[in-house]
């Protein structure tokens, strides 16, 4: 891959919902974090978003080229 940047980290407005997927707009984003709505996540402690897998791929993709 040559040239390849992330645009969208996280999707603010597109939440998870967290149980039900028929309401869970994050699925629906291109972001590389979960948004969640008046809660912090559990990763990293006091930000609103957890990582979701392409996180750690984009972040292994650049520490190796």
Do not use: Q
Request: hydrophobic share 30%; net charge negative.
């Amino acid at each position: 891959m040559r040239n390849n940047t992330t645009a969208t980290v996280a999707t603010r407005g597109c939440s998870t919902s967290g149980a039900d997927p028929r309401e869970d707009l994050d699925l629906a984003s291109y972001g590389i974090v979960k948004v969640h709505e008046g809660r912090p996540g559990s990763t990293f402690p006091g930000l609103p978003w957890d990582p979701k897998e392409a996180f750690a791929a984009v972040g292994e993709y650049y520490r190796t080229h």
